[in-house]
């Protein structure tokens, strides 16, 4: 069975720090690029970074940069997502996906992932 499965998300202070976790089964990453996308209620699907294989990343939520880091295990066929400093604002679900060949374009649609996490709630608050 094709599939993502996320861990990590929870309960965190401001200025605190998560590390969401995704692992691939029924697929192997080495040949997807992999992203990082966010959603909260009544909004969009956002996403908020992206790593090619070859690990070329690009970053579209600029709320982020210098605080959020993706990363990929490809032995383990998993992929992460090193949050620091968290804010308030960072409340959403989270949701890990991946897409085939993919290239991580400046201007990112969800519809290329053909692969998604469940999603996990992360909570900003004090």
């Known amino acids: 069975q094709v599939q993502l499965v996320e861990f990590g998300g929870g309960l965190v202070q401001p200025g605190g720090s998560l590390r969401l976790s995704c692992v691939a089964s029924g697929f192997t990453l080495d040949y997807y690029a992999i992203g990082w996308f966010r959603q909260v209620p009544g909004k969009e699907r956002e996403a908020i970074v992206c790593m090619t294989r070859t690990d070329s990343i690009t970053y579209y939520a600029d709320s982020v940069k210098g605080r959020f880091t993706i990363s990929r295990d490809n032995a383990k066929n998993m992929m992460y997502l090193q949050m620091n400093n968290l804010k308030p604002e960072d409340t959403a679900v989270y949701y890990c996906?991946?897409?085939?060949?993919?290239?991580?374009?400046?201007?990112?649609?969800?519809?290329?992932?053909?692969?998604w996490g469940q999603g996990t709630q992360v909570t900003v608050s004090s």
């Open positions: 996906a991946a897409e085939y060949l993919g290239g991580c374009p400046r201007r990112i649609s969800i519809q290329p992932f053909e692969n």
